[in-house]
T-cell receptor, first 113, second 113 residues
Framework: EADIYQTPRYLVIGTGKKITLECSQT?????MYWYQQDPGMELHLIHYSYGVNSTEKGDLSSESTVSRIRTEHFPLTLESARPSHTSQYLC????????????FGSGTRLTVV | GDSVTQMEGPVTLSEEAFLTINCTYT??????LFWYVQYPGEGLQLLLK?????DKGSNKGFEATYRKETTSFHLEKGSVQVSDSAVYFCALSDRNYGQNFVFGPGTRLSVLP
């Protein structure tokens, strides 16, 4: 049973719309991450957070923004969606020590038309 | 910086064939090593892990041994099934590298009946 939840699973939206992808986890993990991935391809880290009120940009430049007001919640927002944002977005969380691995959500498949 | 290299895919095998997916890494510290699997349309799932040299991780018939002398963590399975068709990601977590994961590019496996 998944302990990290992403909604929506699929989203088709028009260019210029503002969207928020939701990610919540019930494990009490301090660390959370957003990855962008073309299906089955390489993962690109776009944002991460080490705790409440802590957010950092990842390796891949992204026009999205994130917030971390509560430990369990790490939403990602696109102010103005473009076709180049079409991709899969994966949320993950982890404990503070590196030995336990990441837990991933099922992903949001975004299509901007 | 830290990096993970995997054999290029796609890998196509017949059912009951032996599987090896090579993974080598470069790390400045003492990494933990992981294999993740991604089934079509899903997020990544932890398959197995090893946290120190000579450890063997195993799960669902898959095995990988942490080889510090060759900086490798090759994934093996003695007899693959059609249901093993997926993308496999090798990853490391280095406590001396900000503790974010470094993922390999993924290897797509297709198993034919």
């Amino acid at each position: 049973e998944a302990d990290i939840y992403q909604t929506p699973r699929y989203l088709v939206i028009g260019t210029g719309k503002k969207i928020t992808l939701e990610c919540s986890q019930t494990m009490g993990h301090d660390k959370m991450y957003w990855y962008q991935q073309d299906p089955g391809m390489e993962l690109h880290l776009i944002h991460y957070s080490y705790g409440v009120n802590s957010t950092e940009k990842g390796d891949l430049s992204s026009e999205s923004t994130v917030s971390r007001i509560r430990t369990e919640h790490f939403p990602l927002t696109l102010e103005s969606a473009r076709p180049s944002h079409t991709s899969q977005y994966l949320c993950a969380s982890s404990e503070s020590t590196p030995n336990y691995g990441y837990t991933f959500g099922s992903g949001t498949r975004l299509t901007v038309v | 910086g830290d990096s993970v290299t995997q054999m290029e895919g796609p890998v196509t095998l017949s059912e009951e064939a032996f599987l090896t997916i090579n993974c080598t890494y470069t790390a400045t510290g003492y990494p933990s090593l992981f294999w993740y699997v991604q089934y079509p349309g899903e997020g990544l799932q932890l398959l197995l892990k090893a946290t120190k040299a000579d450890d063997k991780g195993s799960n669902k018939g898959f095995e990988a041994t942490y080889r510090k002398e060759t900086t490798s963590f090759h994934l093996e399975k003695g007899s693959v099934q059609v249901s093993d068709s997926a993308v496999y990601f090798c990853a490391l977590s280095d406590r001396n590298y900000g503790q974010n994961f470094v993922f390999g590019p993924g290897t797509r496996l297709s198993v034919l009946p």
